[in-house]
Nanobody, 117 residues
Framework: QVQFVESGGGLVQAGGSLRLSCAAS????????IGWYRQAPGKQRELVAV???????HYADSVKGRFTISRDNAKNAVYLQMNSLKPEDTAVYHC???????????WGQGTQVTVSS
C-alpha cells in the first residue's frame, strides 16, 4: 500500500514560483514512474509531469520550459518546481503512480495552486 501526501501549494502572482512536494510512504520500492497531475474546476485531471526511477521525465506541452520534476529516492519524495506561473496553472495538484493496472494511491486532497492575474 502506497500513500502520497502533497504540499507546497499556495497563492502566487503570475510570473511567480512555487515548489510542490510529494511524500510517498508504504511500499515505494516497486514504484517506477510518479507523476504530478492537476485538475482545474470543470476540467478533467491531466498529467503535468512524470518521472521514472531512472530519472527520465515527461512534461505536458503547456508546462515545458517552466516546470521541472525531480525525485529523491532516499527521501521517497518527488518535487515539482514551477516557475513563470500563469493563471491557467491554477488547479489542485496531485501526485500518484500508475502501475499499468491502475493508480497506486488514492487521490486524496492534493494541494491547491492559485495564480492570480
Amino acid at each position: 500500500q502506497v500513500q502520497f501526501v502533497e504540499s507546497g501549494g499556495g497563492l502566487v502572482q503570475a510570473g511567480g514560483s512555487l515548489r510542490l512536494s510529494c511524500a510517498a510512504s508504504g511500499s515505494t520500492n516497486s514504484i517506477n514512474a510518479i507523476g504530478w497531475y492537476r485538475q482545474a474546476p470543470g476540467k478533467q485531471r491531466e498529467l503535468v509531469a512524470v518521472i521514472n526511477s531512472g530519472g527520465a521525465s515527461h512534461y505536458a506541452d503547456s508546462v515545458k520550459g517552466r516546470f521541472t520534476i525531480s525525485r529523491d529516492n532516499a527521501k521517497n519524495a518527488v518535487y515539482l518546481q514551477m516557475n513563470s506561473l500563469k493563471p491557467e496553472d491554477t488547479a489542485v495538484y496531485h501526485c500518484n503512480a500508475y502501475n499499468g493496472l491502475g493508480y497506486v494511491g488514492p487521490w486524496g486532497q492534493g494541494t491547491q495552486v492559485t495564480v492570480s492575474s
